[in-house]
């Protein structure tokens, strides 16, 4: 058995993402024993100027998508930044792993050498790197970063979460 | 070229520890400009119930040095948990790197379907992974979990980060 690019991206955009699920459903479950609406996270930030954790999701979601859509240079469903709630970023995630289902991995193996180009900032700039650092020092670290940004939002905002709800999700404390 | 095992994890560990401590970096001169003691963040906590920063950076060097180790079969050098300063945190990196720096590729090519057992939590438990499996799913979300939350917990001190120093390093705004 050997690596390939879609072994090594695929499942674990799949992984993280529901990960990112488990976590946010235990931040419902948080606010319903402590009685407050969820909702109040949705906006809530690290840092004034960081992005709110409606945003870290998104960008986790589509980071994991935009990812695999240029590399397999296939068409990824575009979803409208318009999530007010914690129920909507959870749909949110469920659409990009429905899709991120779809993806054979024979639409990724074997672009490691191909030039993908892709947006970076606001300004128009774009950056082109290999397949295969694009997955590992674009792709990959952009979805972790995501991730773990609302991890760190949620534990800030003192929903009980552990890192084997991360790493683990659902089958955490199995 | 295809993906193996080393190339999956070797330069990303190297590439996320040498911007970690770029951000570290960025840290020490933002408590220059600012005029406060750059070590009051080592025991900075984004709550009261996580780890503090000299621990984050600990962890996502010992993943890092103790996936390496434990894939490869090899003797990593141990560092006592003794840092009360981010000089002495940056040491750590730098001493991790010095040992990434020395292995050869080929120690964890072709250790992809061995089993690699690993401690998880603090009661003595172990887990078991295939070696592929375990640094796809364990030991680079762990890098990066610590890594990002390093950067969040620098952020929420104010100290003037973007995505590009944790994903660039050095080369960010280069």
Chains 1, 2 share one sequence.
């Not at 390939?4 to 695929?10: I, M």
Request: aromatic share 6%; with cysteine.
């Amino acid at each position: 058995m050997s690596l390939t690019l879609s072994s090594a991206c695929l499942p674990v955009f799949q992984t993280m993402l529901a990960n990112l699920d488990h976590c946010l459903a235990k931040a419902e479950a948080h606010a319903a024993v402590r009685k407050f609406d969820v909702n109040v996270l949705v906006q809530a930030r690290l840092a004034p100027d960081m992005l709110p954790l409606a945003s870290q999701v998104r960008i986790a979601c589509d980071a994991a998508k935009l990812a695999v859509a240029r590399v397999g240079a296939l068409d990824a469903p575009r979803f409208a930044d318009d999530e007010t709630t914690l129920a909507q970023l959870r749909e949110r995630i469920a659409k990009t792993l429905a899709w991120l289902a779809t993806v054979p991995a024979n639409a990724l193996d074997g672009q490691e050498d191909r030039d993908i180009t892709f947006p970076v900032g606001r300004d128009g700039a774009t950056r082109t790197m290999k397949g295969e650092a694009y997955v590992k020092h674009w792709a990959l670290p952009n979805v972790y970063f995501h991730v773990t940004t609302t991890y760190a939002l949620l534990r800030h905002n003192g929903v009980d979460l552990g890192k084997a709800d991360y790493l683990l999700g659902a089958q955490a404390g199995a």
